[in-house]
């Protein structure tokens, strides 16, 4: 919801489709739940037909079915896709389920046309830990291969510094 602020305070019209609701204070997330896969897939569905949308930016996902069912609701969108990946709150609590993962890698990374990944959250597509800049560049650029419609990955994190681990 805080992306809309920022929205409105370029000029620029944004939706919401809440795909998770998070019980949280400024302090932690306590919990979270997912919506119902198929009323997530309406939410987009219609705003898609109701509005001239040229983007879409994918958040917090939470489980496998909400990825599937993003997926489906995406597949002939045609504009741009930002996925700006959200798998653990600042506190270190998991939101996203252990099945999730692959559902992700398949149905939503696919579809973006820009990946913001933070430094932990590029290990976890990478699978493995990253030291350095160079592992950090050459991740990014093996994501760009690897998925035809990706033309960019930021990847987010002040606090990396040569040959200090990211883990």
């Not at 493995?128 to 990014?140: C, Q």
């Given at each position: 919801q805080a992306d809309l602020k920022t929205f409105a305070s370029l000029q620029i019209y944004g939706c919401a489709v809440i795909t998770c609701l998070t019980a949280q204070n400024s302090q932690t997330v306590a919990s979270y739940q997912t919506v119902d896969p198929d009323f997530i897939q309406k939410q987009i569905s219609l705003v898609l037909a109701d509005l001239s949308v040229s983007h879409i930016k994918i958040g917090m996902v939470g489980s496998a079915a909400v990825a599937?069912?993003?997926g489906k609701a995406t597949v002939a969108f045609k504009g741009q896709i930002v996925?700006?990946?959200?798998?653990?709150?600042?506190?270190?609590?998991?939101?996203?389920?252990s099945t999730a993962l692959p559902a992700i890698i398949e149905?939503?990374?696919?579809?973006?046309?820009?990946?913001?990944?933070?430094?932990?959250?590029?290990?976890?597509f990478a699978n493995?830990?990253?030291?350095?800049?160079?592992?950090?560049?050459?991740?990014?650029e093996r994501l760009l291969n690897r998925f035809a419609h990706l033309r960019a990955v930021?990847?987010?994190?002040?606090?990396?510094?040569?040959?200090?681990?990211l883990v």
């Open positions: 599937v069912d993003i996925y700006d990946p959200v798998l653990k709150a600042s506190s270190g609590k998991p939101l996203l389920n149905q939503v990374v696919p579809r973006a046309t820009v990946l913001t990944p933070n430094l932990p959250e590029l290990q976890v493995r830990t990253l030291v350095g800049l160079d592992d950090v560049l050459s991740e990014g930021i990847v987010k994190g002040g606090h990396l510094t040569e040959g200090s681990s």
